[in-house]
Structure formats: structure tokens, C-alpha cells
């Protein structure tokens, strides 16, 4: 990940961990319900790696949400 947009990564982060919450979900079972582990969603909220469009489209289910919602950054 380019240091540039550093600050991009952890804004989608904060935007996942938001929506789990919303949820209910702890990071392990929002990990196994999109069959990642838990060290990566760990990892993706806390905005250290990037994601692929599967995992952001099987996340966006998991959460109902839209997918353009996780870039809605606050």
C-alpha cells in the first residue's frame, strides 16, 4: 500500500468496523460469515492491508449494505 493514501485504508476501516457494529458482529463471526479470518478483518479495519472487490462485495451482503456505502467516508 502506497503511503499516500494511508488515510483512505483506515477511513474504510473505520466504515467496516461501524457497520459490524451495527450489526452486532463481532470480528470473528463477520469473518466467518464472509470466510476470511479473523486476523484480517482485524487487519482491514485497521486500515494495515487492502481488500479485494470479492471480499467487499460478500462483506456488503453480510452487512446489507451497498458496496459504495464502505467508500462513504465520514
Known amino acids: 500500500?502506497?503511503?499516500?493514501?494511508k488515510d483512505l485504508y483506515e477511513k474504510f476501516?473505520?466504515?467496516i468496523v461501524y457497520y459490524r457494529k451495527r450489526k452486532k458482529l463481532t470480528q470473528l463471526q463477520l469473518a466467518e460469515l464472509i470466510d476470511v479470518d479473523r486476523s484480517h478483518i482485524s487487519a482491514l479495519e485497521l486500515g494495515k492491508v487492502g481488500i479485494s472487490l470479492d471480499?467487499?462485495?460478500?462483506?456488503?451482503e453480510v452487512l446489507e449494505i451497498s458496496p459504495k456505502e464502505l467508500f462513504d467516508f465520514r
Open 1 to 5: 500500500m502506497k503511503a499516500e493514501y
Open 13 to 15: 476501516g473505520l466504515n
Open 55 to 60: 471480499v467487499i462485495f460478500k462483506m456488503s
